[in-house]
């Protein structure tokens, strides 16, 4: 079975740091590109970002709301994937999902999600 | 970025009725569209990908259709399981960028 469990998440003072981390089984991990998504308090969903696999040199995407200011790595030994944001805003107040990102015909789906982690970024 | 607008942004039915959510990209997207669910508190579930073909285990009263620009979901007897919010999202080009959701409500 298939899973995906974030976790990391808590307050953080704008200006503060915080990473996420997203632990997966049931898959071999190591093949799979992987995303972030996140959706803030009674919104819709944002993409955030992306991390490939070794066979695309580990390449990383990201949306320019976060660009410059959050990282996404991956450790294949451990299945995991992390997310460090740096310089926290409040617009980054969310849930924090990781997706398993599946390719077909061209087309990026999301198969797989996390149940979520929340970022509350606050004075 | 492709924009991606949703229609309506909620719309109250009956268990059994016909609904029809669409969608449509601001650029052509051929067919690089996907359906989800989302459920209060929960992560998305992906209903359909590549516009029209429906993931292993989701129930075949729900479909989709188009390319292009525009879109629709079908969800054709409404089940009491079946009330949530429905995104779609494009990956055409980075970002992807999803539609600002439509919200299934009992009426």
């Known amino acids: 079975e298939v899973q995906l469990v974030e976790s990391g998440g808590g307050l953080v003072q704008p200006g503060g740091s915080l990473s996420l981390s997203c632990a997966a089984s049931g898959f071999t991990f190591s093949d799979h590109y992987m995303d972030w998504v996140r959706q803030a308090p009674g919104k819709g969903l944002e993409w955030v970002g992306r991390i490939r696999n070794k066979a695309s040199s580990f390449t990383t995407q990201y949306a320019a709301s976060v660009k410059g200011r959050f990282t996404i790595s991956r450790d294949d030994s451990k299945s995991s994937l992390l997310l460090q944001m740096n310089s926290l805003i409040t617009e980054d107040t969310a849930v924090y999902y990781c997706?398993?990102?599946?390719?077909?015909?061209?087309?990026?789906?999301?198969?797989?999600w996390g149940q979520g982690a929340l970022v509350t970024v606050s004075s | 970025d492709i924009q991606m607008t949703q229609s309506p942004s909620s719309v109250s039915a009956s268990v059994g009725d016909r609904v029809t959510i669409t969608c449509r990209a601001s650029q052509s997207i051929n067919s690089w569209l996907a359906w989800y669910q989302q459920k209060p508190g929960k992560a998305p579930k992906l209903l359909i990908y590549t516009a029209s073909s429906l993931q292993s285990g989701v129930p075949s009263r729900f479909s989709g259709s188009g390319s292009g620009t525009d879109f629709t979901l079908t969800i054709s007897s409404l089940q009491p399981e079946d009330f949530a919010t429905y995104y779609c999202?494009?990956?055409?080009?980075?970002?992807?960028?999803f539609g600002g959701g439509t919200k299934v409500e009992i009426k």
């Open positions: 997706a398993r990102a599946i390719l077909r015909a061209g087309a990026t789906t999301f198969d797989f």
């Open positions: 999202q494009q990956s055409k080009s980075f970002p992807l960028t």
